[in-house]
C-alpha cells in the first residue's frame, strides 16, 4: 500500500463530495419520490443550503456534476446527438428523458442553476464530472466508445461553462475504462465503495471505532481518491441509525485520519437533504469535528482535484 506524504507525517486529509445528478441518478428507475423531490423549487435551495453550510466552516468541497443535468432545455435539444440511446441490462437508459422532453418536462432533467449556486460560493469549489448522462461506464455494461463519447460530450459543457473538469466520480460507483479518463485529461477518480449490502451498510453506521482509509497506488497516470463513506442520509431504515451514533462513527474515523495521516472521505447527493434534515444536521456533526482537527493543525481538507495534485 503506497503511504502518501501527509501520512508519512501523520497529518490527515479530509475530503467533501457531492454526487450531483437530479433525475439522472434513478434515469431507469424513477418513482414517486423522484418526481416530488427532485425539482428547482427544492433543488436549488438544498444547494444553497450545503454551500452555505461549507462556507461557514470554510471547508471546499468537490461537486461532481452529470454534465447533461446543468444544460438548460434549449442547450439539451441543441447536443440532442450527444444523449446516446443506450441499453443497460436490457432497457434504454434515456427511455424516461425521452418522454419528458416529448410531454416538455424539464424538472429534475435540467436545473442549471445549481452549477450557478456552487460557482457564485464564497469558497472556491472544485466543480468535477459525475459522467454526461450518468449512464454506468463499467466494462461489463458498456464499451469503449460509450465512454468516449459520454466523457467528450461531458468535457463539452465543461468547456462551454468555462470549467475544466479534473475528476470523476463514477456513475452508481462503478469504476471502468480507467485509461480512457487519463486519455481525455482527467487526473483522477473517485474509488468504489466497499460493497456491503443493506444490511452491512446499517450496522456500518454503528461502529463507534471506525478508521481511516490509507492512500491507494495509482492506476496508471490517475491517482485514485480513497472511497470514503456516504453520509447517513435519513430515509427509509436508515432513520433508525441514532444521531449520536453516526456522531461518534464519524468522530472516531477523523481522529484516526489525524493520527495516522489517513484519509476521512465523505459524500453526498445533495438532494439527500431535501425531506430529510436530520441529513444535514449530521453533516454539520462533522464538519465541526473536522474544523476542530483542522484548527489544531492536525487535519488538511482537500477537494478531489487538490488530493490528486498532492505530491
Known amino acids: 500500500m503506497v503511504v502518501s506524504m501527509d501520512q508519512s507525517k501523520g497529518r490527515g486529509t479530509f475530503i467533501i463530495s457531492l454526487d450531483c445528478e437530479g433525475k439522472w441518478g ?57 444523449f446516446v440511446d443506450t441499453e443497460i441490462e436490457g432497457a434504454n437508459w434515456l427511455v424516461d428523458f425521452r418522454k419528458a422532453q416529448i410531454a416538455g418536462d424539464h424538472e429534475g432533467w435540467s436545473c442549471p442553476e445549481v452549477l450557478e449556486v456552487v460557482r457564485n460560493a464564497s469558497l472556491k469549489h472544485e466543480v ?4 454526461f448522462t450518468h449512464v454506468p461506464l463499467s466494462e461489463d455494461l458498456v464499451g469503449r466508445d460509450l465512454v468516449e463519447r459520454e466523457l467528450s460530450a461531458a468535457k463539452h459543457v465543461a468547456e462551454k461553462r468555462g470549467i475544466a473538469l479534473e475528476t470523476l ?37 454503528l461502529n463507534p471505532i471506525d478508521r481511516s482509509q490509507l492512500s491507494l497506488p495509482k492506476d496508471g497516470e490517475l491517482t485514485v481518491v480513497p472511497s470514503g463513506e456516504m453520509l447517513n442520509w435519513q430515509s427509509g431504515p436508515r432513520k433508525l441509525i441514532p444521531r449520536a451514533a453516526s456522531r461518534l462513527r464519524w468522530k472516531a474515523r477523523l481522529e484516526d485520519a489525524a493520527k495516522s495521516g489517513g484519509v476521512a472521505h465523505i459524500w453526498l447527493h445533495p438532494h439527500n437533504i431535501i425531506d430529510a ?4 444536521e449530521r453533516l454539520e456533526d462533522v464538519l465541526g469535528e473536522a474544523a476542530r482537527l483542522r484548527d489544531a493543525g492536525k487535519l488538511v481538507v482537500k477537494t478531489q482535484a487538490e488530493y490528486c495534485a498532492a505530491p
Not at 427532485?38 to 454534465?67: C, N, S, W
Not at 480512457?180 to 453506521?205: D, I, M
Not at 434534515?277 to 444535514?280: D, K
Request: overall charge negative; glycine content about 10%.
Open 169 to 205: 466520480v463514477y456513475p452508481r460507483n462503478l469504476v471502468g475504462h480507467t485509461g480512457v479518463l487519463a486519455e481525455t485529461g482527467f487526473s483522477g477518480y473517485r474509488q468504489r465503495p466497499p460493497v456491503r449490502g443493506k444490511a452491512g451498510a446499517l450496522l456500518a453506521e
Open 26 to 82: 434513478m434515469a431507469d428507475h424513477l418513482g414517486p419520490w423522484h418526481h416530488e423531490f427532485l425539482r428547482r423549487e427544492h433543488l436549488i435551495p438544498a444547494y444553497q443550503t450545503l454551500v452555505d453550510l461549507f462556507g461557514r466552516y470554510e471547508m471546499p468541497a468537490t461537486f461532481a456534476f452529470v454534465m447533461g443535468f446543468v444544460l438548460d432545455p434549449d442547450e439539451q435539444t441543441e447536443m440532442a446527438a450527444h
Open 128 to 131: 468535477a464530472c459525475h459522467g
Open 277 to 280: 434534515p436530520g441529513t444535514l
